[in-house]
T-cell receptor, first 115, second 111 residues
Framework: EAGVVQSPRYKIIEKKQPVAFWCNPI?????LYWYLQNLGQGPELLIR????????DSQLPKDRFSAERLKGVDSTLKIQPAELGDSAVYLC?????????????FGPGTRLTVL | GQQVMQIPQYQHVQEGEDFTTYCNSS?????IQWYKQRPGGHPVFLIQ?????EVKKQKRLTFQFGEAKKNSSLHITATQTTDVGTYFC???????????FGAGTTVTVRA
């Protein structure tokens, strides 16, 4: 069974440029998460989807970040415009039903560097 | 909100020795999960503890959930170079329905 797929793995952009990340979750997983991981820190949730509905986007900086999961499968996370402080690893994860005991499976992440 | 604190932040271990890393909370936890992230990799689920006082073992790794469900520990015996990485605990926050990760314990091994 394929795991969570993310692309690109690495992205280097100049500040003020837009950037987009793509995620394909494990087949059959209804819940999809986007996390931000800074160096030396644990993952921090940005947004959680149940199927195509964003059920928790309270930590998503909505002035520059947006996300979508139109058909309840793949998802994209966009930053426009990027700032220096956005440099981090963006992790996508999926789980079957998003319950408290559900296991989250992480993708390899996209390492973003903003110059 | 509910947070989990992990100690130590760094653990330098001689190969073959044992060590323990801890995860503490000021509030009662419904469950706790442990993940391992290898250098350059992504978090990988190790185990989940749900019951008070629960102890689970995976080969040389022993996971324990405190009786009061406010803390957890991971004990590794006879450390090997394959144990290198960062170990995260994560607790479910019932007030806002999300998994909250600690900052992790980064383990390095001296051969």
């Amino acid at each position: 069974e394929a795991g969570v797929v993310q692309s690109p793995r690495y992205k280097i952009i100049e500040k003020k440029q837009p950037v987009a990340f793509w995620c394909n979750p494990i087949s059959g997983h209804n819940t999809l998460y986007w996390y931000l991981q800074n160096l030396g820190q644990g993952p921090e949730l940005l947004i959680r989807y149940e199927n195509e509905e964003a059920v928790d986007d309270s930590q998503l900086p909505k002035d520059r970040f947006s996300a979508e999961r139109l058909k309840g499968v793949d998802s994209t996370l966009k930053i426009q415009p990027a700032e220096l402080g956005d440099s981090a690893v963006y992790l996508c994860a999926s789980s079957q039903d998003g319950s408290s005991t559900d296991t989250q499976y992480f993708g390899p992440g996209t390492r973003l560097t903003v110059l | 909100g509910q947070q989990v604190m992990q100690i130590p932040q760094y653990q330098h271990v001689q190969e073959g020795e044992d060590f323990t890393t801890y995860c503490n909370s000021s509030t009662t936890l419904s469950n706790i999960q442990w993940y391992k992230q290898r250098p350059g990799g992504h978090p990988v689920f190790l185990i989940q503890l749900v019951k008070s006082g629960e102890v689970k073992k995976q080969k040389r790794l022993t996971f324990q959930f405190g009786e009061a469900k406010k803390n957890s520990s991971l004990h590794i015996t006879a450390t090997q170079t394959t144990d290198v990485g960062t170990y995260f605990c994560a607790a479910w926050r019932s007030n806002d329905y999300k998994l909250s990760f600690g900052a992790g314990t980064t383990v390095t091994v001296r051969a």
